[in-house]
């Protein structure tokens, strides 16, 4: 007889052991020849060396079905449990179209033509440029491809950056710290996250590096080696911006640059970065585009009436 200590790594306890641990019993129930001690990301394991191993195992698989599905039922522990592969794969997989399973197994796949073009190109190149008006999914979509390469280990880190441009407003009057002041700026990258990733292991996830939220000027000087980076907002990019931005790519690296460029707040409009880019790069082979259009707004039906009656009025002036 063995005592071995198995420490949870990744994952909440809460989420392992269910509500008032009842599926830890349910798991704990499967060996009756071990002694197991749950004690928060602990887990304490005394018996049969042989039993022992076959937990591991057991416990291992349970751990990455809720890396991949973002959620664990008694059902699925149950199937788990009993090597029933089958109704796993019926009852998880839904659609061959899912990009990844976000809080509380919720599918997230593409709503549209064109973010379903993007996912397409994206296995083709490795730097898109996704354009189109608000609301049309490009950045969500990026982001949901971004946390589908981290899980399946094609990089090892996520950046979300976007320049600090200020759209009628000045941030310099804005209270607190530098941080401060850009956090409201970013909550939209914050948001798409907190779809996709439960909360507390997004926070570790911040707080390693694993995924990091900047503004545009803190790429300068980097080389971006193994990372899913995107560029939010690339339209308010002034031309050296970009620049610098699309020299920071390093090996083993995927960009997307996402912008709609009937919403440049810089003071002088055809000094976009992103304009310029798309004139220079277009032609070159692994730099992709793909263009969204309010077809492909996802928002309230209100939203694409309203694109539609800006993009009408001749008339549109700041």
Avoid: W
Avoid at 292 to 307: C, G, S, T
């Amino acid at each position: 007889m063995i005592e071995k200590s198995i420490y949870l790594e990744g994952i909440d306890p809460l989420n392992l052991y269910g509500t008032n641990n009842n599926l830890l019993n349910k798991l704990t129930s499967q060996f009756p020849k071990l002694r197991i001690i749950a004690r928060g990301h602990e887990v304490m394991v005394i018996g049969d060396k042989a039993q022992i191993k076959l937990f591991e195992e057991k416990l291992e698989l349970i751990i990455n079905f809720f890396h991949k599905y973002n959620k664990l039922t008694a059902t699925d522990l149950e199937d788990i449990l009993q090597d029933n592969n089958i109704q796993i794969e019926k009852s998880t997989n839904g659609s061959p179209d899912v990009l990844i399973y976000g809080n509380h197994g919720r599918e997230i796949k593409a709503k549209s033509v064109n973010q379903q073009m993007l996912v397409d190109e994206f296995d083709n190149n490795d730097m898109l440029f996704a354009l189109g008006p608000a609301g049309t999914g490009k950045t969500y979509t990026a982001i949901a491809l971004a946390v589908r390469s981290l899980r399946n280990k094609e990089v090892r880190r996520i950046i979300l950056c976007r320049p600090a441009v200020e759209a009628g407003e000045n941030l310099g009057f804005l209270p607190g710290d530098l941080k401060e002041k850009l956090d409201p700026y970013l909550q939209p990258l914050y948001d798409a996250l907190r779809d996709m990733i439960p909360p507390k292991k997004l926070l570790t996830l911040l707080e390693e590096g694993t995924i990091e939220i900047a503004p545009l000027a803190y790429m300068r000087g980097r080389t971006l080696d193994n990372a899913f980076v995107i560029l939010d907002e690339g339209q308010n990019t002034t031309i050296n911006q970009m620049k610098m931005f699309l020299t920071r790519m390093g090996k083993n690296a995927k960009f997307i640059i996402t912008g709609d460029t009937t919403q440049i707040d810089l003071p002088v409009k055809h000094n976009s970065g992103l304009l310029k880019a798309l004139n220079l790069l277009k032609d070159i082979p692994g730099i992709g585009v793909v263009y969204f259009d309010v077809r492909d707004v996802v928002r309230h039906k209100l939203v694409k009436k309203i694109i539609e009656a800006y993009g009408s009025d001749q008339n549109n002036t700041e």
